[in-house]
């Protein structure tokens, strides 16, 4: 029975979405703005069928070689769900696109109810809150981090996305105290529609020194059907998630969890945990450095080397593989550095694949999920269409 991996590389999307407009984000193009910057060099990915994938999502390679040889088959999805954030993008692709929209904060200040913020204060018995604002969470943490650690007030912000950010000292706040404040926040978000509530931790002893740590926390709301990894796990298959997809579905049907940060870290586990992997079995990881600490930051030429980096660990993969094993490699939006603002951007994402199948444009990121399910032999999803034959 063959096994199937699917990593996520963290907003590393393709550009042409056909409702980027609607999202304010018509031209924005993640791959093909950073490759228009600096020659990327990045040749196992454009085997597998970059290059054509950019190509026929955007209209340009942007520089990608579409003359080499492609030992696998490539395509792109547009996405249908409501979003441009990591939750409806995973969900989507995991066989459950969403139905209803998020709620959002304005662009106010503050951009929280006095309710909300009062409830919070009150039951987790807190001198107060700072910032309550849209933010990035880096400039947020060096706005206000020294007045944090004086006062013992968390920081609260947002952004774009459906989510609360709480960001606090691990030493001088603690990092349980912290996560039992997101607890509250997500217990009184569940009515207004909020998609995540994000523990923030961080170190350090001045506004120039201080860093988030690896301890972040998501609490997200449980998806409204199942998705591929319940429908794995309820199956008696094998499911490995690493990075945050546990916090992303919410924790159902995630299976063994191995929450560690840093791309390189996180290949570095995935590859450790193949050859684990059972036949029929399921391994799904986030690379969330492309997303955190490149796209977020706008720092065009990081994010380029960390696709570098990226790429030149893939034939660590590529050796642990079967002959009927699947790997696709896909993103979960965009997060353009070139683009305005700090936020996400709706754009297409790539589907490269290690098998030969007919991609092509997939009209919703559900055909992911649809596909793996295929290819496992486990039942079809609520939603998608496959492009895979399952081994004989």
């Known amino acids: 029975m063959s096994r199937a991996f699917l990593f996520v590389m963290d907003s590393v999307g393709i550009g042409g979405a056909p409702d980027a407009a609607a ?4 031209g924005s193009n993640t791959l093909g703005h950073i490759s228009d910057r600096m020659r990327l060099k990045i040749p196992n990915l454009i085997r597998l069928g970059a290059a054509h994938a950019l190509n026929a999502a955007s209209g340009s390679p942007h520089g990608l070689d579409l003359a080499a040889p492609s030992h696998g088959s490539w395509g792109f999805a547009t996405e249908v769900s409501q979003g441009k954030d990591t939750i409806t993008g995973h969900w989507e692709m995991a066989g ?7 709620g959002y904060f304005p662009e106010t200040i503050p951009a929280f109810p006095p309710s909300l913020m009062n409830e919070i204060i009150t039951r987790c018995k807190l001198p107060g809150l700072l910032a309550m604002c849209h933010a990035s969470g ?10 944090h650690v004086r006062t013992g007030k968390p920081i609260i912000y947002t952004s774009a996305d459906s989510v ?10 603690g990092l349980q105290q912290l996560y039992d404040v997101c607890q509250v926040a997500r217990e009184l978000t569940y009515e207004l529609n909020i998609g ?9 002893t001045a506004a120039k020194n201080f860093a988030r740590t690896g301890h972040r926390k998501d609490f997200a709301v449980l998806p409204p059907s199942p998705t591929l990894l319940d429908v794995a796990s309820k199956a008696g298959r094998a499911v490995i998630s690493v990075g945050k997809i546990g916090d992303i579905y919410a924790h159902s049907g ?13 290949m570095k586990t995935t590859v450790e945990h193949m050859d684990e992997l059972a036949d029929g079995g399921f391994l799904m990881t986030n690379f969330v450095d492309f997303d955190s600490e490149y796209g977020h930051r706008r720092d065009v030429m990081g994010y380029g080397r960390e696709l570098e980096h990226f790429d030149a660990m893939l034939p660590d993969v590529f050796a642990k593989l079967k002959p009927d094993d ?17 936020d996400h951007s709706r754009e297409a994402i790539p589907i490269l694949c290690n098998q030969k199948f007919e991609i092509g444009h997939r009209k919703i990121f559900s055909d992911i999920g649809q596909s793996i399910a295929s290819w496992l032999g486990l ?3 609520t939603a998608g269409t496959s492009f895979s034959t399952p081994p004989r």
């Open 23 to 26: 999202f304010g984000d018509d």
């Open 138 to 147: 880096t400039q947020v943490i060096e706005d206000f981090g020294e007045e």
């Open 96 to 102: 459950v696109p969403l139905q209803f929209a998020w």
């Open 164 to 173: 609360i950010q709480i960001a606090a000292h691990e030493e001088s706040f």
């Open 254 to 266: 995630t299976g063994r969890e191995y929450k560690v940060s840093g791309n390189a870290l996180l």
């Open 196 to 204: 995540r509530v994000i523990a923030r931790p961080f170190l350090g």
């Open 379 to 381: 039942p079809a999803l």
């Open 326 to 342: 699947l790997l696709i490699i896909t993103a979960d939006h965009g997060n353009d550095p070139t683009w305005h603002g700090t």
